[in-house]
């Protein structure tokens, strides 16, 4: 269990992605157990979209930005990751290029309710704004309501629908913004 302000966020370093990954897939497995994917089609999806080698690609890539937050021992309990937008926009937004996405925010159980979200988001919006976005983008799906919660309360809305698959599973992800 952690206290609050026992954590720090920082910017993770290449050396940094095992560890991030591990946290990725953890996270991911304790919010989305409940959905019973099959067994192959689950590993493959951490595998490849929450693989070291992708984290590790992502923090040399000067077109993502990360910062993990880390209890008192060192150890990421969460993180947050920006990027160009990968996802489907309402017809007629032509500055796509002043887009960017939200792609992850992912925290262990025992890091949810300290703050460190809240911490992770201020990041990233003074990140987002010093890059000239002019919005945010972001996927979530549509039972986790706790997340939606968060995201609403940022001033984030939805915008449409991102079906979101693992392996043969469609997941009901909707696609939300916010105007910077």
């Not at 946290?23 to 991911?28: C, N, V």
């Not at 937004?93 to 262990?108: F, R």
Request: contains cysteine; negative net charge.
């Amino acid at each position: 269990m952690i206290g609050l302000g026992i954590w720090t966020v920082e910017e993770p370093r290449i050396a940094d992605a095992a560890a991030l990954s591990a946290m990725a897939q953890q996270s991911f497995c304790e919010t989305f157990a409940h959905m019973n994917y099959p067994p192959d089609d689950l590993s493959q999806f951490l595998s490849e979209a929450m693989g070291a080698a992708r984290y590790a690609a992502q923090i040399a890539d000067p077109g993502f930005v990360l910062r993990v937050a880390k209890d008192g021992d060192g150890r990421i309990i969460g993180f947050i990751k920006l990027g160009p937008n990968e996802l489907p926009l309402p017809l007629g937004e032509d500055e796509s290029d002043k887009i960017l996405e939200l792609h992850q925010l992912y925290l262990l159980g025992e890091a949810k309710g300290t703050g460190v979200a809240d911490a992770l988001m201020a990041w990233l919006l003074g990140e987002a704004l010093a890059r000239g976005a002019l919005a945010l983008t972001l996927s979530v799906f549509i039972e986790n309501h706790r997340a939606r919660a968060f995201y609403a309360r940022h001033g984030f809305t939805e915008i449409g629908k991102n079906p979101f698959r693992i392996g043969s599973v469609v997941d009901d992800d909707r696609v939300w913004k916010l105007v910077l």
